[in-house]
């Protein structure tokens, strides 16, 4: 469910209210990490900063799941 965004196909967005919801779909590991809420405006940034910071939400991802 979503759209995948920037060839990363576990990056998606989900559109609802005029706002989008941004997250991260580790299959691998049955993980669904929300990012960031965002409106239109904001879109291009939101997207650039959670590219930059993928390698840091999987470490956290991965980290959680060894607590566990």
């Given at each position: 469910?979503?759209?995948p965004l920037s060839g990363v196909s ?57 607590k566990n």
């Amino acid at each position: 469910m979503g759209k995948p965004l920037s060839g990363v196909s576990f990056f998606r967005e989900k559109k609802f209210d005029g706002k989008r919801l941004y997250y991260l779909v580790y299959k691998d590991s049955f993980v669904i990490l929300a990012i960031a809420i965002s409106d239109k405006k904001a879109q291009k940034a939101t997207i650039n900063r959670i590219l930059l910071d993928l390698v840091e939400y999987q470490q956290y991802v991965y980290d959680l799941l060894k607590k566990n």
